[in-house]
């Protein structure tokens, strides 16, 4: 049977030389470090996020939480969150594996977002602040994608063409929008399916526009597919690792998510999601 082309996100897993022609040596390549911005301490940080169980891990002070609703769409609400002020955004939450070296847990901090036939870098101070805070994540790119990836094949591919090796549906839009109103931004993600696992179509069916997750139609959906039982139950066992990777990512990142120019960032957080 043909392999069918992957389209997501304006990528295509056969379109190789405009894809691979922004990969570069320099996409694992350590921050340089700027001057400290002065004078932001004051101002919140916006956290996007994919999921509701991801709000409330990111959930703080001095963090605006926005989770992406598919249906009133993220720029909107970017927009408004904007509007109240902020000092910069970050994407935090779950992602998926496209490196087959990475395992469900792994943490993963973005050198930059891949979104389409572009590499946006991730802003360096804030970055390297994060490197700091989160000493055993992984340095490495990240690739934007509007709907999540299913296939181990399809990972595959996009982590030959890209060199990313994680994915989710946030961060694209993210860097996209700090570049449009000049804000800082990075991202940081761990891993839940790792490279070489399929999504199974009963976790899709469960996944509500409002980043919610509706149990009876994931069940529902088994009873039609109980082959997918297993593939479920491992899933199920690599999000129980994430989640508590993710809880931890959160507590080390403290009040400000690792803004390096408030000194209260250094001080972490305890909290129970």
Avoid at 2 to 21: F, K, N, T, Y
Avoid at 33 to 43: F, H, K, N, V, Y
Avoid at 164 to 169: H, K, R
Avoid at 242 to 256: F, K, M, P, V
Wanted: include cysteine.
């Amino acid at each position: 049977m043909a392999r069918q082309e992957l389209h997501c996100s304006g990528w295509s897993v056969d379109a190789g030389p405009s894809v691979r022609s922004v990969t570069s040596s320099n996409l694992r390549a350590r921050p340089h470090l700027p001057a400290p911005i002065a004078g932001e301490g004051t101002r919140p940080v916006i956290v996007i996020v994919g999921l509701t169980l991801e709000a409330r891990i990111a959930f703080g002070p001095n963090a605006i939480v926005v989770c992406h609703d598919k249906v009133r769409g993220l720029p909107d609400l970017l927009h408004a969150a904007v509007a109240a002020g902020c000092a910069g955004i970050i994407s935090f939450g779950l992602a998926g594996g496209l490196a087959p070296e990475y395992h469900a847990g792994d943490w993963v901090i973005a050198s930059g977002i891949i979104d389409r036939d572009q590499f946006i870098p991730t802003s360096a101070l804030w970055t390297s602040r994060l490197l700091e805070l989160v000493p055993y994540a992984s340095y490495a790119p990240i690739l934007g994608v509007d709907e999540p990836l299913v296939h181990a094949a399809h990972k595959s591919d996009l982590h030959t063409l890209s060199l990313a090796v994680a994915t989710d549906n946030e961060s694209h839009i993210v860097a996209r929008f700090a570049r449009l109103y000049g804000l800082e931004f990075a991202a940081l993600r761990v891993i839940i399916d790792p490279a070489h696992r399929c999504v199974p179509s009963s976790v899709l069916a469960g996944l509500c526009s409002d980043g919610s997750t509706d149990i009876g139609a994931i069940l529902r959906h088994l009873l039609r597919r109980p082959r997918q039982s297993l593939d479920l139950l491992r899933l199920t066992t690599d999000y129980i690792v994430a989640r508590s990777r993710l809880i931890e990512a959160r507590r080390l990142l403290g009040t400000h998510f690792g803004r390096a120019d408030h000194p209260q960032s250094s001080q972490p957080i305890a909290r129970d999601a």
